[in-house]
């Protein structure tokens, strides 16, 4: 039995679904009312201004205005074909929106639809909530399955230029976004800093990341990332314009409470650095004077130049207060046990005890004024004092910073997927 609704209302059941078919009253510019049909399986919303439904066969055909709902998507379009036995159809060139915590919008050609994976043809996508996007993802084909969005044969517009081309592209909602990162220090000069991962399995991931800079070191890296159930592995490869070949592991494992964390990285070049390092962190909790956060941390590092040999043994313990959402004060003891004839490889901190200081300043329009430091009182004194500038829209945050204690300007450029 094949039922073709337009303006009435119906309803059948069957073993499959509930058909529910009507006319909604929605007020329209010229005081009138607009006529839909809505009809409901077990995993699609349909509505539409006409509708057409095999009983037998359990095919829906739709068209006119046609918004179409799979969990958290909502594609609209002028027509599409459906089986509610198979849970599979195709529609026809449409707009649409992934719902997430930044959502993500699409339109393309046509649509594929099974009942685990959503397949979309010459695609253009993109995160930027404006109605001419800063920047957006052209790609060949798309599918989407879950939380994950896969893009094949991609090229990455801003502001409608072509800038980038990737042969594929995965983009977890759950989890990080690729990373674009473009800068200039009046150290290291130029610099383009990247982060890029493509599935392998469902829970790993190929990983290639790279930062590069015209006067400082350079490096690319290229490894493998696994994740399950709050366990964390990421295991890189990297190839270094000053030391050359270097390996990298880091395991991290994360629950509400804890993180706890430990590396290992070993550089191949004569008398290569070597470290070892593991922290737990208690993560902040509330309390009526603030938030805390408490840290344990142990480190091994050593390095060889010439006759003479650097690094040793350090353990320590770090105290996060944070009164404000945006101000953090930190105090960071580290202790070596080695001797201090021995040297040491610290660059951010020093030994014994460091004060940490960062206050954000919001002051409209998207602006924020920074204001970070690090001071030793023990030995070196001040090794940070940084005053920031930065501008963030829904896509982009600039920033300008000077390190009075190094003399060093930084400016920079971030993409946000």
Known sequence: MIIKLLNMKVMVLVSILTFVAGISAVAADEGGVSERVIITGEKIHIEADQLTFDTETGVVEATGSVKVTIDDMVYYTESITYDMQKASGVMTSFNGTVYSERNVKLSGASVALSEDITTISEVNLTRCELDNPHYQFSAKEVTIAGKKIRLERVVLRIKGVPVFYLPRLIM?????????????????????????????????????????????????????????QGLQNRLEFQYSSDTEWAFKDEFAFEDSHWLIAADVFHDFSSGGETQYGAKATRKYWETSWGSWQISVLAREATETEGSQKYGGFYTGWQVDYK??????????RIDSHSSRDYGDLLEDYDLGDNWLYNLDVPVGD????????????????????????????CCFKTEISYDHAEDSLELSFRVKF
């Open 366 to 393: 998207g602006y924020v004024i920074g204001v970070s430091g690090v001071y030793n009182s023990d030995d070196a004194g001040w090794i940070h004092q940084i005053f920031s500038v930065s501008k963030e829209s």
């Open 172 to 228: 977890d909602l759950e989890r990080k976004m690729p990373d674009v990162r473009i800068g200039y220090s009046n150290d290291d000069g130029l610099k383009y800093a990247f982060d890029y991962f493509a599935e392998l399995t469902a829970h790993s991931n190929f990983l290639f990341s790279g930062d590069l800079s015209v006067n400082g070191e350079s490096v690319l890296g290229f490894g493998l990332e696994s994740t399950y």
């Open 323 to 332: 009164p404000h959402p945006n101000v953090v004060l930190s105090s960071l």
